[in-house]
């Protein structure tokens, strides 16, 4: 495989790179640590690409501006955290019943409110599934090292594209914020996907169109279509409805239209599985911890494995189960109280206890904390 | 070569996350497995400021010093607050230009007025932190000199590469009188 | 419905859900005989709301039509425009959505000095949420919120927009339609950010509270108390007390955003800064 020379690169750099490298030529946000310098690269780099920057007055700002401008036909992306993303939240919602692609990074910092700015935190796993009110689909990814910051950003922007939906890359300042040796995909060696355009004439296009794929078509604004966007219930035509039967048809569609394609969105990995009896489920920085663990306690000759979910929303379930045979407990160490340690265990709990290792403190869960708590469940 | 792990500790201004970059940097131009990362409070200067870089042939999985072979400590402050946290045997650089009586039984602690050095030999006291991290890579040969210069010269602005030149050699002939 | 306009409008729509004597229906056939007698491409335009009475005219209308969320209408458009700069956009919005909740978007929109034509319906109340005061509520009159009248001091928005860095300001009035019409155009006509202070009326929720009245007294109480600036240049300020001005309050011409971000982009690819 082509690749570039090896650099060293941040975490958040490359998730610009990774944004740039799809297709993203819209950014729009507002200054804040640890993800700030995702909007510094993007006000520099997109210019050079002919694409436009734009830093509001506040974080609501930053996440409606780039959903006027995805409608216009853009590839879009803002970055934020903690509190950033607390305002965003009413936005992301509209993105989600609208159905407007978009991306979000979200660079975990330590919370509630202003928490620690600089510290590393995973306190948003379930703001990313529920954080604005209603019902609604969500994907997202978590990635674990500075290549995967390109690589699942890319990704993203193709989901969001793809499947018509806002799309989070939950970062934590760990990752973020360090160095690490990477050779990236060239671009050409990258499948990047665009939106599917209506090529009906406008009389007929319907924007929120019920039919078998669940995701209708999107015209760009400015090319003849004259649709209406909303963020009340709308019917197929995009305007504002209050008869049960096409809301419910409508949310319906719109909650089917990712657990139908969940096959081919689900990313996961897992090392040590086939015959491990204790299994760590970890993700984003808390997962290279637990990988050190794995790998130590192998030489000892402990039976421990890891799977690792990169999409966290959907929750990779039958990856997880298949997983079990052999697994007499399992292990969830989070930077937070137990948040996916909920899921795992809806999940699990038939097949295997499940122990939280919890630690919310500003610093990060060793390797020595993981496999304590391994020798601590043996 | 065994796992290295570098603790550059100091006050916010002095540079050490950009030491840690470039010795990081320099650590990819031999081909070496790398991660570098930082804490800080969130103000730009004065606050406390501590760089990590971990060297190794093979992955780096967990990204964060467990315990330092080598230590920097550029301000006394970082000195009481990180000076007991070295491995044995290990390295610890102190800044004589600020610290006084610096002891340390676990650890081979080298006084370099790294400062006062860039101060009366260069005449800039911003070249403080190429010196230091000269003194670091000669003290254990992490990496060569010359992909320390490449990384040096890599990074920092135009038209300051004859001071940067100045500052490398510096802190390696401090590192070889040292060792 | 006047048939050389018909064409702008979602015929299958209306009627709206205005209340009867509500002023909003005039003035948004107001922007639609301004589109239309400027001559702009109607496929290249798009229309922006937020969210109240007002914000419901875009789904009346026949473009792309954006109904936003409450205070967001200016920060969605921003986006609209910025990232195709060869829309012409234009923002729908009330005096609660733009002033309230929408009022840090309201200035800073402004301060770019972006190319957005913004009709602002000033009725004086937040009508859809049954007549809670606003902004733009005057001092001591009475609201849902307000049941003793309200203490606060309100804005005047046109002064807002002005002091923020706006290039373009009119007021006008349901009643001083053909103003109204003239305001819009000269609004589409300057390239940078235009207000169009719009003033409505609400009987339902503001004009009963305040007895002021049927929908026909409010709209007199529009025409009796408008004096056209030019007009008011020559009066004695006695003459102007308890009164408001119609008409272009300010016009001056100044660097726009957009025009100013392509400049940004085509001096960085050639010169690399």
Redesign the interface.
């Known amino acids: 495989m082509k690749k570039r020379k090896a650099r060293l690169v941040q975490g958040n750099r490359a998730c610009a790179e990774g944004a740039l490298a799809a297709g993203v030529r ?1 950014f ?1 946000g507002y200054p804040i640590t640890p993800s700030t310098e995702i909007a510094e690269i993007m006000s520099e780099e997109l ?2 690409l ?1 694409g ?1 920057f ?1 830093q ?3 974080e ?2 930053g996440m ?11 590839k ?1 992306l803002t970055a934020s955290s903690g509190p950033g993303i607390s305002l965003k939240q ?2 992301i919602g ?1 993105a989600a019943l609208a159905e407007i692609p978009c991306v979000i990074v979200n660079v975990q910092r330590l919370g509630p409110s202003t928490g620690g700015p600089t510290s590393t935190a995973q306190g948003d796993i379930m703001q990313a599934r529920w954080g604005t009110h209603g019902d609604h689909p969500i994907i997202a990814l978590c990635p674990s090292s500075v290549y995967e910051c390109f690589t699942l950003t890319v990704t993203a922007v193709n989901y969001a594209e793809k499947y018509r939906t806002p799309v989070y890359v939950l970062l934590d300042e760990i990752i973020g914020h360090m160095r690490e040796k990477v050779e990236f995909p060239d671009i050409s060696e990258l499948e990047i996907i665009d939106r599917k355009r209506p090529d009906c004439p406008p009389v007929d296009y319907l924007p929120y169109k019920i039919d078998k794929t669940l995701i209708p078509a999107m015209a760009d ?12 219930m709308h019917d197929e035509t995009g ?2 409805t209050g008869k049960p039967e096409i809301i419910d048809a409508q949310l319906k569609r719109l909650m089917n239209k990712i657990e139908k394609y969940e096959d081919e969105i689900l990313l996961w990995e897992d090392i040590e599985t086939d015959d491990a009896e204790i299994l760590i489920v970890a993700y984003g920085s808390t997962a290279r911890s637990a990988v050190e663990a794995v790998e130590n306690l192998r030489t000892e000759g402990i039976k421990v494995g890891l799977f690792r979910p990169i999409t966290i929303w959907p929750f990779p379930e039958k990856a997880l189960r298949s997983k079990l045979e052999n697994v007499k407990h399992i292990i969830v160490p989070e930077m937070n109280y137990g948040q996916l340690s909920l899921e795992v265990e809806r999940v699990c709990k038939d097949k295997a206890p499940v122990s939280g290792l919890y630690k919310v403190n500003s610093l990060p869960l060793s390797p020595n904390e993981v496999m304590a708590k391994v020798r601590e469940v043996l | 070569m065994k796992r290295w792990e570098f603790r550059l500790s100091g006050t916010g201004g002095q540079g050490l996350i950009t030491a840690g970059i470039i010795l990081a940097e320099a650590a990819v131009i031999e081909g070496k497995e790398v991660v570098q990362s930082q804490s800080y409070g969130p103000e730009a200067r004065g606050g406390a400021s501590k760089a990590e870089v971990i060297i190794d042939t093979k992955k780096i999985n967990y990204p964060k010093v467990v315990i330092p072979d080598v230590l920097l400590a550029m301000s006394p402050e970082a000195a009481q607050k990180y000076g007991s946290e070295i491995k044995e045997g290990g390295t610890i650089i102190v800044d004589s230009s600020f610290i006084e009586n610096f002891v340390n039984e676990k650890a081979k602690v080298i006084k370099i007025p790294i400062t006062k050095l860039a101060k009366e030999e260069i005449g800039k006291t911003f070249v403080a932190n190429i010196i230091a991290v000269s003194a670091l890579v000669g003290l254990t040969k992490v990496v060569s000199f010359e992909a320390l210069k490449e990384a040096v010269l890599n990074r920092i602005p135009k038209g300051t590469e004859e001071i940067n030149i100045k500052a490398l050699e510096i802190g390696w002939r401090w590192a070889q009188e040292k060792v | 419905m006047r048939p050389d306009l018909q064409h702008l409008f979602r015929m299958e ?1 209306l009627p709206h859900i205005w209340c009867p004597g509500c002023g909003h229906g005039i003035i948004t056939r107001a922007i639609a005989e301004a589109i239309n007698e400027s001559g702009i491409d109607l ?2 335009t ?1 229309i ?1 709301s937020g969210i109240g009475c007002s914000s419901r005219a ?2 009346y209308m ?8 409450h205070g ?1 209408a200016l ?10 700069p ?2 012409n956009v234009f923002v729908i919005t009330g005096d609660g959505d733009a002033t309230a909740i929408g009022g ?2 309201f ?2 929109a402004a301060r770019r000095n972006i190319d957005l034509t913004v009709i602002l319906f000033n009725n004086n109340i937040y009508g859809m949420t049954g007549g809670q005061y606003s902004p733009l509520t005057p001092t001591g009159k009475m609201a849902a919120t307000s049941p003793y009248g309200n203490p606060e001091n309100n804005f005047d928005v046109a002064a807002l927009a002005i002091a923020a860095g706006a290039s373009f300001v009119a007021r006008g009035t349901a009643f001083h339609d053909k103003l109204l019409v003239n305001s819009i155009k000269e609004g589409i006509k300057n390239k940078g950010f235009s207000l169009i202070e719009a003033l409505s009326m609400c009987p339902t929720s503001y004009g009963r509270r305040n007895k002021m009245g049927s929908a026909a007294d409010m709209i007199k109480h529009l025409k009796d108390n408008a004096v056209n600036v030019v007009t008011a240049q020559k009066l004695p300020p006695e003459k102007l007390e308890g009164k408001f001005l119609i008409g272009t309050l300010h016009y001056k011409p100044y660097r726009e955003f957009t025009e100013e ?1 392509d400049k ?2 085509a001096r ?2 050639k010169e690399g800064k």
């Not at chain 1, 604004?221 to 009340?232: A, C, E, R």
């Not at chain 3, 473009?63 to 969320?69: P, V």
């Open positions: 819209f729009a210019p050079k002919g436009k734009i509001m007055e506040d609501i700002g409606t501006c780039i959903l006027g401008a995805a409608l216009t036909g853009k879009v009413e936005a509209y604004f400015g090319t003849g279509y004259k649709w209406h966007v909303t963020g009340l305007f504002p | 729509k496929d290249k798009v922006v875009p789904g026949n473009f792309d039509t954006l109904h936003t969320l967001r920060a969605f458009a921003t986006g609209v425009k910025l990232a195709n060869e829309l840090n978007h200035i800073h971000y940004l982009i960085v690819q």
